[in-house]
């Protein structure tokens, strides 16, 4: 698969994705994707670092990664989410990341989803208030 020239086009390669896997993992994708809109229907979706589906508000939500035997749903601030659901079950030591595996037959517990999605919005939307806006650097002439 190419990458896309726009972001706009990057839901049509992860459509194709979905139907190129044709298998549960293409339905796997497919459902948290719908989940993760109905979240939050400000998502964008983009297609970055070779094929991976990105969700992003105000900055990365998650990544919607395919492998042989799992679908990952990587946070790029999970560690800073409080998970009381614990759907986070992987990458469960790193200091940013956490990620939850899927595998096949797995039931996906949609509320506790759907809250985890829309916390990593309200974190990606915090930090962006607290960023000050940059003045002109003024030097003095001495």
Same mark, same amino acid.
Not at 1 to 6: D, E, H, S
Not at 38 to 54: F, S
Not at 103 to 114: Q, R, T, Y
């Given at each position: 698969?190419?990458?896309?020239?726009?972001v706009?086009?990057a839901?049509?390669?992860?459509?194709?994705?979905?139907k190129?896997?044709?298998?549960?993992?293409?339905?796997?994708?497919?459902?948290?994707?719908?989940?993760i809109?109905?979240?939050?229907?400000?998502?964008?979706?983009? @297609?970055? @670092?070779?094929?991976?589906?990105?969700f992003?508000?105000?900055?990365?939500?998650?990544t919607?990664e395919?492998?042989?035997?799992?679908?990952?749903?990587?946070?790029?601030?999970?560690?800073?989410?409080?998970?009381?659901?614990?759907?986070?079950?992987?990458?469960?030591?790193?200091?940013?990341?956490?990620?939850?595996d899927?595998?096949?037959?797995?039931?996906?517990?949609?509320?506790?989803?759907?809250?985890?999605i829309?916390?990593?919005?309200?974190?990606?939307?915090?930090g962006?208030?607290?960023?000050?806006?940059?003045?002109?650097?003024?030097?003095?002439?001495?």
């Open positions: 698969m190419k990458r896309p020239v726009a706009e086009s839901s049509a390669f992860i459509d194709e994705k979905i190129e896997l044709g298998d549960w993992r293409g339905k796997t994708l497919a459902k948290v994707r719908g989940i809109h109905e979240a939050d229907p400000e998502i964008l979706e983009e @297609w970055k @670092w070779m094929g991976t589906p990105v992003s508000h105000s900055g990365i939500v998650c919607g395919t492998y042989k035997n799992v679908v990952k749903m990587t946070f790029a601030k999970g560690a800073a989410l409080k998970d009381p659901s614990g759907l986070f079950n992987s990458s469960l030591d790193g200091n940013i990341r956490r990620a939850i899927i595998h096949e037959g797995d039931k996906v517990d949609e509320a506790a989803l759907k809250d985890l829309r916390a990593a919005v309200a974190l990606n939307l915090k962006k208030s607290k960023s000050k806006p940059r003045r002109a650097s003024s030097k003095r002439a001495d």
